[in-house]
C-alpha cells in the first residue's frame, strides 16, 4: 500500500505563514509529480501547486509569489511555505501525487488533507 500523510495545518491571522508537509510512504518504486490542492467550503477542489521530480512547478495565479512549493525527492516529501496569508486561503488542503508502486503500477493518491485556517 502506498500513503500520504500531511502536517502542519492550524490557525493563523491574516498576514502569517503557515509550512505545510507531506510524506509518501509504503509500497514506492518511484514517485513522479506532487502536487498540493485545497478546498474550502462549499467551493471545488483547486489545484494550488505542483512539483516535477525535476524541481520544476507550477503555482496558480491566486497564491503566485506568496506560496511556495518544494520537495526532497530522496525521502519522498514535499512542503508548502504559505506566506502573507489572506482569509480566502482558508480550505483543507490535500497533498497529492502519482506514484509507481513496486508491481510497477502508477496511480494517483491523495491524502487525508490538514486544515489551514486565518483569521481576518
Known amino acids: 500500500q502506498v500513503r500520504l500523510e500531511e502536517s502542519g495545518g492550524g490557525l493563523v491571522q491574516a498576514g502569517g505563514s503557515l509550512k505545510l508537509s507531506c510524506a509518501a510512504s509504503?509500497?514506492?518504486?518511484?514517485?513522479?509529480?506532487m502536487r498540493w490542492y485545497r478546498q474550502a467550503p462549499e467551493k471545488e477542489r483547486e489545484l494550488v501547486a505542483s512539483i516535477f521530480r525535476s524541481g520544476n512547478t507550477n503555482y496558480a495565479d491566486a497564491i503566485q509569489g506568496r506560496f511556495t512549493i518544494s520537495r526532497d525527492v530522496d525521502k519522498n516529501t514535499i512542503e508548502l511555505q504559505m506566506n502573507d496569508l489572506k482569509p480566502e486561503d482558508t480550505a483543507r488542503y490535500y497533498c497529492?501525487?502519482?506514484?509507481?508502486?513496486?508491481?510497477?503500477?502508477?496511480?494517483?493518491?491523495w491524502g487525508q488533507g490538514t486544515q489551514v485556517t486565518v483569521s481576518s
Open positions: 497529492n501525487a502519482d506514484i509507481r508502486d513496486r508491481n510497477l503500477r502508477l496511480d494517483t493518491y
Open positions: 509504503g509500497n514506492i518504486h518511484r514517485v513522479n509529480t
